[in-house]
Structure formats: C-alpha cells, structure tokens
C-alpha cells in the first residue's frame, strides 16, 4: 500500500482520523492499522523529501498506510518531543536528523532525553554538504577560505536553516577544526536563507547537495568542497575539507527512525527489518542516490552506537566551539 501524502496536512484530517481510530485485535500480527511518521520539518525541505520517500516504500513492505505528519519548530524538538510522548506501540514514529544529537548540547531546556526517551530503528541515509560562497568573494577553494578568514576575524558569515540544523553544526564544527572566526546567521528554513546569500548578503553556507547543485550549474553559487571523508559521486572534481586543507574534517549529515522507548523489540525488528529492505531496494536506492543521499539501513544495535558518538561529537564540539545555549 502507499503512503497518504498531501500537500496540506488539513484536508487528510477526517479521514486519518479514521483510520487511526479503526480498533486492532491484540492478537493480530504488528502491523495491523496506519502508521503515523512525524517528520519535524517544514513540508518540501530535506527531511520532508526523504521522509516521504522512505514512507512510501515502507508501507509497500508493511502493508499498511503511512501518514506523514510535519511537526516543524525547535530544530527537530517538536516533532521528536511528540513522538516521545506518543504510545510506545509501533505507530508513531519519527524522521529525525543530526539536530536530536545536537540539540542536547545546544539546548537549554530539553523535556526529554533522546538517548533515553527514544529507541533507535535504522539510518536511513547519510546527506553530504556542499561547501559554497558567493561569487564576488575572491575565494575558490578552502585554504582561500581559511586565509580570508583568519585575515577578516568575524567578518565572514555563514548562514544556516536554524540553530542545531545540519547547515549549522557542519559550519560550527569547521569553526572548530580550522581554528576560524565566521558568523552564524540562522534562518528559519533554507528557502529564506537562500536568497540572501543569492543576493551577497551572505558569504557562506554549507549546503545539501540537493539545494546546492542548481545553484552551482547556473554560477549563481560557486562550491569549494564537500563536507564528508568520501568525494561526492554527483561532483568527483570538487574536494573534501579534508584533502583542502582540514584534515579530518568529516560531516555527513543524517535522518534516521525513531520510535518511543518502550516500543517493543519485536515491533522494533519489525520497524527495521522493513526500512533496511526499503532503503536497499533498487528503486529507492537509485532515488536516493540520484538526489544525493547515501542509503544506509543499519540494524537498531548498529545505529543506536552511532547515534550515541553523534551525541558526544556535538557535546564536545560545543564546548569547545563555546556555542551558547538557547532558550
């Protein structure tokens, strides 16, 4: 069966309603009615696109429908904070990305604890960053970056979709790896970021390569590198940030499921085993990779260690980088 998408949330609600309220048999196999994604971004953005995508494969091999439900704001807290307070039985879950890792450290007030609130289903996919400026700035690659920045203590700005989103903890964590001074400006999502730095108003930005590419083949925006250890398949000749001149330097942006601690195993294996076959399938394989994510589909055991390192990276590169804490 396919997911149930629409452009607007609303005009679903009497018929989700419906369904989530067909009653199921205790003893009737996991699962046996809709499932619920919360995807806590805006609808159209990084996350929303994946979310849909991995969705719809999903209730392919689940057998029953996937509402998505976006529940933007707070870098990813209020739709993670809504899963969490949501029956731990297999039928909310949650698309959330690098920002539940971060946020603990970025944070002032966290009403729950992703380590111990949440339980791991599998990465979905892991998204490379593109490294880009604008055109008027005479720099064309990251030692160029370095040196300018280093001359311009705090002159040079870079801007994100949020405090704790991917754009914002891969130029933090270049902050701290190449010892520079840049500006955060965050924005509310990359649609409003980007036609300031379209416009120059903006320097730099680390960018998914999805948003990123049009720009960079029409000259609007000009790449110096990529975020992660590996080259990307969609722009060989650019070079990572490490091989330009930060050794090791790696930020591989991420969105992976979750559901609330307490979900049983057996419909956590469930939960895996069907998102480590959507993720592998070719069909989706090659969407993925066409739009530049990389497939991942790890175990639960495998991604709860990754997420834990993700925990304690964005702890230390916080401290270190001496980011302030938000309300």
Not at 81 to 97: F, L, Q, W
Not at 151 to 176: C, D, R, W
Not at 180 to 191: F, G, I, L, N, R
Not at 283 to 288: E, G, H, M, S, V
Request: proline letters at 8%; a positive charge.
């Amino acid at each position: 069966m396919k997911a149930i998408f629409s452009g607007s949330l609303a005009r679903c609600l009497p018929a989700i309603a419906l369904l989530l309220a067909i009653p199921a048999s205790a003893a009737d196999p996991y699962p046996n009615k809709v499932i619920r994604m919360v995807v806590p971004y805006s609808a159209g953005g990084t996350g929303d696109n994946i979310g849909r995508l991995v969705g719809n494969k999903l209730a392919e091999f689940l057998g029953q429908p996937i509402v998505i439900d976006n529940k933007p704001g707070a870098g990813g807290n209020i739709g993670a904070e809504a899963t969490v307070r949501s029956a731990a039985d297999g039928y909310t879950i949650v698309m959330a990305s690098t920002s539940l890792a971060s946020n603990p450290s970025l944070q002032k007030k966290m009403s729950f604890d992703p380590l111990k609130d949440l339980v791991s289903i599998s990465q979905c996919c892991g998204v490379p960053m593109i490294v880009v400026v604008h055109p008027s700035l005479p720099i064309r690659s990251i030692s160029e970056l370095i040196v300018y920045a280093k001359a311009n203590p705090g002159q040079l700005n870079f801007s994100s979709s949020g405090i704790g989103t991917s754009s914002h903890l891969a130029g933090e964590l270049f902050k701290v790896s190449a010892g520079v001074d840049m500006t955060h400006v965050p924005y509310k999502a990359d649609s409003q970021a980007l036609p300031d730095l379209l416009a120059g108003n903006i320097n730099v930005m680390f960018m998914f390569q999805t948003s990123a590419l049009p720009q960079i083949r029409s000259g609007k925006l000009r790449a110096i590198a990529v975020s992660t250890a590996q080259r990307s398949p969609l722009m060989p000749g650019l070079p990572t940030i490490a091989e330009a001149g930060v050794p090791g330097y790696d930020f591989n942006g991420w969105f992976g499921l979750f559901a609330p601690a307490g979900t049983p195993k057996p419909v956590i294996d469930t939960l895996a085993a069907a998102t480590m076959r959507a993720v592998r399938s070719p069909d989706l394989k090659a969407k993925l990779l066409e739009q530049g994510f990389v497939p991942v589909g790890d175990s639960p055991a495998e991604f709860t260690r990754f997420f834990s390192a993700e925990v304690g990276k964005w702890a230390r590169v916080a401290r270190e980088g001496r980011l302030p804490q938000i309300d």
